[in-house]
């Protein structure tokens, strides 16, 4: 019985975990690796320009992807809230 004042924090804390599964997972792209032999980086040129090209696409969608996440944690920290005034609501402060 002594551990009944701990059962609002075991559910909060376990509804956040529960939906930290449904968040993205954005993960940043490597940055291109460039050659500091002036004649390796004019040798390959051509796959260094592509990774360059490669990275600036990637990077573009990685921000929108931090961009969605934190759109999508604004929005459930505002329902876990309201959550939390309803069960206040519910039980008393």
Same mark, same amino acid.
């Given at each position: 019985?002594?551990?009944?004042?701990?059962? $609002? &924090?075991?559910?909060?804390?376990? =509804?956040? @975990?529960?939906?930290?599964?449904?968040?993205?997972?954005?993960?940043?792209? #490597?940055?291109?690796?460039?050659?500091?032999? $002036? &004649?390796?980086?004019?040798?390959? =040129?051509? @796959?260094?320009?592509?990774?360059?090209?490669?990275?600036?696409?990637?990077? #573009?969608?990685?921000?929108?992807?931090?961009?969605?996440?934190?759109?999508?944690?604004?929005?459930?920290?505002?329902?876990?809230?309201?959550?939390?005034?309803?069960?206040?609501?519910?039980?008393?402060?």
């Amino acid at each position: 019985m002594k551990l009944l004042h701990l059962v $609002p &924090q075991v559910i909060l804390l376990s =509804a956040l @975990l529960g939906s930290s599964a449904n968040s993205a997972t954005c993960l940043a792209p #490597q940055r291109p690796f460039v050659p500091n032999d $002036p &004649q390796a980086a004019q040798e390959y =040129a051509n @796959l260094i320009r592509n990774d360059f090209e490669i990275y600036i696409q990637d990077i #573009q969608s990685y921000l929108r992807c931090l961009d969605e996440e934190r759109a999508r944690a604004f929005q459930e920290a505002r329902e876990v809230s309201e959550e939390y005034g309803r069960f206040h609501g519910l039980v008393g402060p």
